[in-house]
């Protein structure tokens, strides 16, 4: 798909404004879409009213929306809580008219989007699955410098670990299966995708001495999808998984909670990982960190998991193209 990327503001008194200009240089085409006031003082810029009107080099294109209020480094102001959430929608509304090519989105802060304009959606991805029509997504997060790639979906998200047996249902890892072989074809461009399924208990559950979950829930699904054609193994235990013999096996593995699969990613490559949100009708990707209050307009913020989101983002969108 043609076009620029379009990179959202995210909170203005994190680190989204700095990693705007930082990325500048990148190698990717892309336009933001905040409150000027809000980028760091000397910004070259240049303010355009559609997604890939013309810059002059080394400027970059603002697609200007108007705050409630300025912005300071690293104390949120509930009155542009929801100007960061418009933002987000103006973005969806563009790339689904065709008017863009991806949505790269820069960090929000749940807590100060539910106190300033009583956000209702567990975070970015929800909230873009409801923009989309209410559509079953799943998140990834993927590598972009270790070889073999590193590409994990959790089946579970942001749930209290105790929750996570009665939540794994047959059905949510079917779900979340499908959506990942969708999507390894149409975005990743990969046409006969090797997924690997995690077992919930350690060992996989070692034959139902350390849990039944595997063997009455997770296997006869396996069974049952590896007979459409899909590219199964598992259920695998997760501690060996993911060191790079393994990983060389499969193209994405879905694991059965938030921690079992973004601590081997986070982990093997930290700055270089990726949020790709699966099932949406359009390409999504993040940074794979957040607003960082602590670091906001001390000049110590990271571009790399931005610049490698927004290639990632291009990427994809020439794979759809």
Not at 29 to 39: M, N, S
Not at 60 to 87: C, E, K, M, W, Y
Not at 217 to 231: A, K, T, V, Y
Not at 276 to 298: C, E, K
Request: proline letters at 9%.
């Amino acid at each position: 798909m043609t076009g620029r990327i379009l990179l959202t503001c995210g909170e203005p008194a994190g680190i989204g404004p700095e990693l705007a200009v930082l990325a500048l240089g990148c190698g990717v085409d892309y336009a933001w879409i905040g409150d000027p006031r809000h980028l760091p003082a000397g910004t070259p810029r240049t303010e355009i009213t559609a997604p890939n009107d013309p810059v002059p080099h080394g400027h970059l294109p603002v697609l200007r929306h108007d705050f409630a209020a300025s912005s300071t480094a690293g104390h949120p102001d509930p009155a542009n809580a929801q100007g960061v959430i418009d933002v987000i929608a103006h973005a969806v509304d563009l790339v689904m008219r065709g008017e863009a090519a991806a949505i790269t989105t820069l960090p929000i802060n749940k807590q100060a989007l539910k106190e300033g304009a009583s956000f209702r959606f567990p975070g970015h991805t929800e909230y873009l699955a409801h923009l989309a029509g209410d559509v079953p997504v799943v998140m990834m997060l993927a590598s972009t410098s270790v070889s073999p790639p590193c590409r994990v979906v959790p089946a579970t998200i942001h749930i209290p670990l105790a929750d996570v047996p009665a939540a794994l249902t047959s059905d949510l890892l079917e779900q979340a299966i499908r959506i990942t072989h969708a999507a390894m074809i149409r975005d990743f461009g990969i046409n006969a995708p090797r997924l690997a399924v995690a077992g919930l208990n350690p060992h996989a559950g070692e034959g139902g001495t350390m849990g039944r979950e595997e063997a009455e829930r997770i296997i006869p699904l396996l069974e049952r999808l590896r007979s459409e054609g899909i590219d199964l193994a598992g259920p695998l235990p997760a501690d060996t998984m993911f060191h790079a013999p393994a990983r060389a096996r499969y193209d994405a593995a879905i694991c059965a909670y938030h921690d079992q699969a973004l601590i081997p990613i986070k982990t093997l490559d930290f700055a270089g990982g990726v949020n790709v949100t699966l099932g949406l009708p359009f390409i999504r990707t993040s940074p794979d960190h957040g607003t960082a209050f602590d670091i906001a307009g001390t000049g110590r913020a990271d571009p790399d998991s931005t610049i490698a989101a927004l290639r990632m983002a291009r990427e994809m969108a020439d794979k759809t193209a």
